[in-house]
Structure formats: C-alpha cells, structure tokens
C-alpha cells in the first residue's frame, strides 16, 4: 500500500534545479532517511513535500489525492507536517502557545497535548516558558512535538541531529522510537549523522546535486556504496528496494 507517492518531482531555485525528477513511494509506518552532502537538495525536497517551496514539475499524491498544487496548511491539514531546519519557533512565546497553533490548524487525532509530552518528557518541564531561552536540543524536540500535534500520516524531519550535544540526540532519537512504535505514521527524516540514519531507518536515499544516486535498504548497502554516492559518484551497484 503506498501512503505517498512522488513522480518526477522537480523543485528549483531561479534558474537552477535543486531536485530533479525524484520518484519514490512510501508506506504507512515506513522511515526513509534523506541523506546527501551539504546542497544535495534534502530541504528543497521536504519543503516542497510540505508546500513551503512551489513544485515546479511532477506529481505529489497523498492517500492516492494529489497535492501538489496545495498550499501548506492545505497540506497540513490532508496529513503531512514538516519540522523545519532551523527549527523556527516563536521566541517571545511560550512553549504551550507555540504548540497550539499546529494543535488548531492541523487535524485532530491521538497525538493531543499530554500525549506528546509523555512522548518527549524533557519538554513537560518548559511549557511555560518562552522558547527564546531553549537548548538546541530542546528546541527541536518542540520544532518535532510542533509537527505531530497536525497528526499527520507523513512526518517530515529536517536535520534531525545537526548542531545537539550527543545527549539531545539520544533523547530526541529515544522520543521518535516512541511515535515510530505507535505504528501508521510514516517519516522521512534528513540525517547528517550516517550511523544513525543507517539504524533508524527503513530504507535510505542517498540524493547528490538533487538526484536520487542511491536507494535500498540499510543492510544491503556498503559504507563504500554510500560514500561514493554521497560524492556524486556513479554507483553501478544499486541496492534494490
Ligand atoms: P544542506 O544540508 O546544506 O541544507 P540540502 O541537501 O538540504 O543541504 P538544499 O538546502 O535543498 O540542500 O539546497 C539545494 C540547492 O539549492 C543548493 O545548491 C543550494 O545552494 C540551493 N538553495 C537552497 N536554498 C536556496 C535559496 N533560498 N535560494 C537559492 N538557492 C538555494
């Protein structure tokens, strides 16, 4: 069964082609890891999954609706939230008023309030606190409780680990264990960190200048496989999915 479904996905930037043609499927409860170098077109990817960046060409289906034409909160509501790279909260708000804009603008289901803060414990302690004042990993355990309280059916994660301490990934990889053991949302997670991404995930893409260079699942593929497709370099070896 396919939950979401990407044709010939291109996105650009002016005049330059950040994602080309990119095809892939995923499955409800599947976790696929984007990884690729720096510029490789993870972001620009997400973001137009998400309708934060216009779809240029190609098709976006969701539960078999197409989607690509819907703005973000459109899609939001249709069942697919991003947790954004830089994990933009507001400030001077605080963590409780951060969290009720998604809890009203996206759909209603099991992820409610107190579900997600048993879900990422060490945010309980700050909900009433101006998010200004959190640790990176902090702020992106509220950026990810942000996007499940829109209960969607796709997850969008950017960057998961980039700039936490060892302990913030532990914590923020412990709470999406959680959610990911909760079953049917499916989760496509940009990871720098190549172990974890290989340990967490289903099935991995390797993109290099917004192209697919390499896809299968983590025990078929080589550390050499990855590096070489992390580079742009072609691989004749490419795993099946
Ligand atoms: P990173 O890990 O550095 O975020 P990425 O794989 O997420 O990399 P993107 O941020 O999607 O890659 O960038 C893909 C390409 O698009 C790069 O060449 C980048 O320079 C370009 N790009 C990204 N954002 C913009 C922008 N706002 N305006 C112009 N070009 C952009």
């Avoid at 996905?9 to 409860?29: F, N």
């Avoid at 983590?218 to 590096?227: F, K």
Wanted: proline share 5%.
């Amino acid at each position: 069964m396919t939950l979401l479904s990407l044709d010939s996905v291109t996105a650009r930037h002016g005049l330059m082609t950040a994602v080309h043609d990119i095809s892939l499927t995923l499955a409800p409860g599947e976790v696929l890891a984007l990884i690729g170098a720096n510029g490789a077109g993870k972001t620009t990817l997400l973001r137009t999954l998400a309708g934060a960046h216009p779809l240029a060409s190609g098709r976006i289906a969701l539960n078999g609706r197409d989607i690509g034409a819907l703005p973000a909160h459109a899609r939001l509501r249709a069942g697919i939230a991003l947790s954004p790279e830089g994990r933009r909260l507001f400030p001077e708000m605080t963590l409780r008023e951060n969290l009720r804009i998604p809890a009203e603008n996206g759909r209603k289901g099991a992820w409610t309030l107190p579900r997600v803060l048993d879900a990422f414990p060490q945010l309980a302690p700050l909900i009433d606190l101006p998010a200004g004042g959190f640790s990176g990993g902090q702020r992106q355990a509220a950026a990810i409780a942000r996007a499940l309280l829109a209960n969607p059916d796709v997850l969008l994660l950017d960057e998961v680990s980039l700039g936490l301490s060892p302990a913030a990934v532990e914590g923020v990889y412990a709470s999406l264990a959680g959610v990911r053991a909760e079953g049917r949302m499916a989760m496509i997670v940009v990871e720098q960190d190549l172990t974890r991404a290989l340990a967490f995930a289903d099935r991995v893409i390797c993109l290099a200048e917004g192209r697919v260079e390499l896809t299968g699942r983590p025990a078929e593929l080589t550390r050499e496989a990855i590096t070489r497709a992390y580079f742009g370099l072609h691989e004749t070896e490419t795993a099946d999915v």
